[in-house]
């Protein structure tokens, strides 16, 4: 099932240099997640909470997104910078300040790599055409089932947008 999705998705992406590997982990938290040239990693608990092969099709092309973005790269490239000039500030002893700088200053870029990547994911998903409001019925599904009730107030710390927020943009 999940070679003949990324197929599906795959003709639709420009970028041929890239070598798409999938990976599934025996975990059981509904967790995927993207890391160098093509490797996306699925939980065993994220594949048991999609009904339908069209909700794992929505969160393949949301993690394709990352990849096509280059997200994970430039999220390392940014902590190692934040970790380095902290470092520098304050004279080689950073572990508390550069800890708290990369929750505060990643959680925003984390965001927008998140609404981007969601914004890949609907235009995957229309292209290859199925119905995008699989992706919101599955984050409102992955909401009732992981009690993911944060406040707003709480979102600066997040490095997801709010879940209804994300529903709100795909609908």
Do not use: C
Not at 17 to 24: D, E, K, L
Not at 53 to 79: Q, S, T, W, Y
Not at 124 to 137: C, F, K, Q, V, Y
């Amino acid at each position: 099932m999940i070679n003949q999705i990324a197929d599906r998705f795959i003709q639709h992406i420009e970028d041929t240099t890239i070598s798409w590997q999938f990976y599934i982990l025996d975990a059981n938290i509904p967790n995927a997640f993207a890391t160098l040239n093509g490797e996306i990693y699925f939980n065993k608990g994220l594949i048991k909470l999609a009904d339908t092969p069209e909700m794992f099709a929505a969160v393949m092309a949301h993690e394709m997104g990352h990849i096509v973005h280059h997200d994970f790269e430039k999220r390392l490239a940014k902590n190692i910078g934040i970790a380095t000039l902290m470092q520098i500030v304050a004279g080689g002893d950073a572990t508390l300040v550069g800890e708290l700088s990369k929750t505060l200053f990643s959680s925003k870029y984390d965001r927008e790599q998140e609404a981007e990547a969601d914004e890949f994911a609907i235009e995957m998903l229309e292209r290859s055409g199925i119905n995008p409001s699989i992706m919101a019925a599955f984050f409102l599904k992955l909401q009732r089932e992981e009690a993911l009730d944060v406040p707003e107030s709480m979102d600066i710390f997040m490095s997801h947008p709010n879940l209804m927020e994300r529903i709100d943009n795909i609908v």
